[in-house]
T-cell receptor
């Protein structure tokens, strides 16, 4: 069975500091994709970054980077130079390509940025 | 802008009174999903369509049904809402295939259901 685990229910970070949000996953399938989504208090889910299981390089999108440790089955999100607008829920998600189009989510981490 | 539109944004219903939530997309994505998200929890997949093929999650209650009359529209029907069905309902779309572009979910803004 596939599973996504986020062990940090909440985090507080000072503005301008870097922050790492943890995500571990479990699958026996060799072909999968990992995602991070941001959900502000307005409720809309916003895509941040994607990492494919065969990608050699860690994914980066602006201030976001994904620290992909395949052997450890971890896909941590790193936000550099945090901003007040980064305060939101963050969800890690996974799609296993052999299981049709199903995408599953972790339980989320609530990130709060202090001014 | 191409996007995913959900209506209504807020729905209040009475216990047991049927509700229909709608989702439309202009992205021409062949996969559409319905997720249920309760307060401070992860989105939970209810079902998804791959084109016209319907895929129900094993633990989705029979009370929840869905229709996809064409590529652009998908509906979520809750036949007899209970208090436990109060939640945000998120519609999302994606292209099928492998790689980043094919798998990114584009979400609508959600429909928040209140059951009295």
């Amino acid at each position: 069975a596939q599973k996504i685990t986020q062990t940090q229910p909440g985090m507080f970070v000072q503005e301008k500091e870097a922050v790492t949000l943890d995500c571990t996953y479990d699958t026996s399938d060799p072909s999968y994709g990992l995602f991070w989504y941001k959900q502000p208090s307005s409720g809309e889910m916003i895509f941040l970054i994607y990492q494919g299981s065969y990608d050699q390089q860690n994914a980066t999108e602006g201030r976001y980077s994904l620290n992909f440790q395949k052997a450890r089955k971890s896909a941590n999100l790193v936000i550099s130079a945090s901003q007040l607008g980064d305060s939101a829920m963050y969800f890690c998600a996974m799609r296993v390509y052999s299981s049709a189009s199903k995408i599953i989510f972790g339980s989320g981490t609530r990130l709060s940025i202090r001014p | 802008d191409a996007m995913v539109i959900q209506n209504p944004r807020y729905q209040v219903t009475q216990f047991g009174k049927p509700v229909t939530l709608s989702c439309s997309q202009t992205l021409n994505h062949n996969v559409m999903y319905w997720y249920q998200q309760k307060s401070s929890q992860a989105p939970k997949l209810l079902f998804h369509y791959y084109d016209k093929d319907f895929n129900n999650e094993a633990d989705t209650p029979d009370n929840f049904q869905s229709r996809r009359p064409n590529t652009s529209f998908c509906f979520l029907d809750i036949r007899s809402p209970g208090l436990g069905d109060a939640a945000m309902y998120l519609c999302a779309t994606s292209r099928a295939g492998s790689g980043r572009g094919a798998n990114v979910l584009t979400f609508g803004a959600g429909s928040r259901l209140t059951v009295l």
